[in-house]
């Protein structure tokens, strides 16, 4: 049997696993393990939300002995919350400690979210952001800042104080270039500050599936033969056109001088890469998505159906651009609303976040009362 998630990798494709658990974090030879499958199955990085922590905590006795100690001291919920995710995310940061070392800290990294309620607030994002940056205090940390308004200047700040980030929540092509410029800005301020530029990541998080899930939505209401021809196929292409924007930037003059004062790109990752359509392909968005110095973060079963069935080539991205722009014209053209798509997911995608931290703490502040 082919080894497709070794073919993956060296096709350039980092792979992450988009979920953690501190049963996933015990020692044992499981095949959840994430020593074992960082070991086994190529993957170099972890990404976190709270829906993920909120379905750990519930899931699970391994929090059991924190739970009371916290309930104990009387912590609050909130900073329960976060010494609870923090512990988890070091622990997980040891454990990929190994791909961070051998990648000379491009990749095993481990991602924690800033909190989603202040995604209209920079100057609060860039607070907690420095905040969880101490209180984990591992360099293979991503911190999550979304691509809000307000977050962009959040991000610049950020990397000015020499943290790396994982923007995440980007929908838009004009977003995803306005990410960028705040990327670029972050570096030049952290040069000015004095921090070294080759030990500061960040990666782009693109959303894949929910293009598809509102776009298919909008031609299914058009329903003519030419609308209905197109499901299935917005968000590849608006993925595609997001690796062509950061091509160009990466043959930017202002990039170039970056990169001669040691700086590391900003890789597009791909996220919300599980197919939401059963009538899709469950490794879709993995097939189509594949170019050197990409991230693709994977759901559990994703992952498991990428190496049993997936279609490996060298390059799906760089050869289909052409067909991508002409995708995007064509969902114009039958009367799609680009612009009003990305602006609702970008709505929604912050609201859901913030009903997943609101439903974290729930969880939690109804674990420490039981623990009292």
Request: some cysteine.
């Amino acid at each position: 049997m082919t080894d497709k998630l070794a073919e993956l990798s060296a096709a350039g494709v980092a792979i992450w696993l988009d979920d953690i658990s501190r049963e996933r974090l015990t020692e044992g030879g499981s095949q959840t393990n994430l020593d074992k499958v960082r070991r086994e199955n190529h993957v170099v990085g972890v990404t976190s939300n709270p829906t993920i922590f909120q379905l750990a905590i519930a899931n699970s006795d391994e929090y059991t002995e924190q739970l009371n100690d916290l309930a104990t001291c009387k912590i609050g919920v909130e900073e329960a919350m976060r010494l609870i995710t923090a512990f988890d995310v070091r622990k997980a940061c040891d454990v990929m400690r190994p791909a961070f070392d051998s990648s000379s800290g491009m990749d095993g990294r481990v991602s924690i979210e800033c909190d989603p309620r202040k995604a209209d607030n920079t100057s609060a994002t860039t607070a907690e952001a420095k905040q969880l940056w101490w209180l984990v205090d591992r360099p293979n940390l991503f911190i999550k800042i979304p691509a809000t308004r307000a977050g962009l200047p959040a991000i610049t700040a950020t990397l000015a104080q020499g943290i790396s980030v994982n923007v995440t929540l980007i929908f838009s092509l004009d977003r995803y270039r306005e990410v960028m410029d705040a990327w670029l800005s972050g570096l030049e301020q952290a040069q000015q500050n004095g921090h070294d530029l080759s030990k500061l990541q960040s990666v782009a998080s693109f959303f894949v599936s929910r293009v598809d899930t509102e776009i298919d939505k909008r031609l299914e209401k058009i329903a003519t033969p030419e609308a209905l021809a197109l499901r299935g196929k917005a968000a590849v292409a608006n993925a595609r056109l997001a690796y062509e924007a950061h091509q160009k930037v990466l043959q930017s003059p202002r990039w170039v001088s970056l990169r001669g004062l040691g700086a590391q790109p900003q890789r597009p990752l791909w996220a919300s890469t599980g197919t939401k359509n059963p009538d899709y392909s469950p490794t879709l968005y993995v097939d189509e998505l594949i170019a050197p110095g990409v991230v693709n973060t994977m759901p559990e079963k994703t992952l498991w159906a990428v190496a049993e069935k997936a279609s490996i080539s060298p390059d799906t991205i760089t050869p289909n651009v052409a067909a991508a722009h002409e995708t995007m014209a064509a969902l114009k053209a039958v009367g799609v609303d680009y612009d009003d798509v990305v602006e609702v997911l970008e709505r929604e995608g912050v609201e859901k976040f913030s009903t997943s931290w609101q439903e974290l703490l729930t969880q939690v502040q109804s674990a420490l009362e039981s623990h009292v």
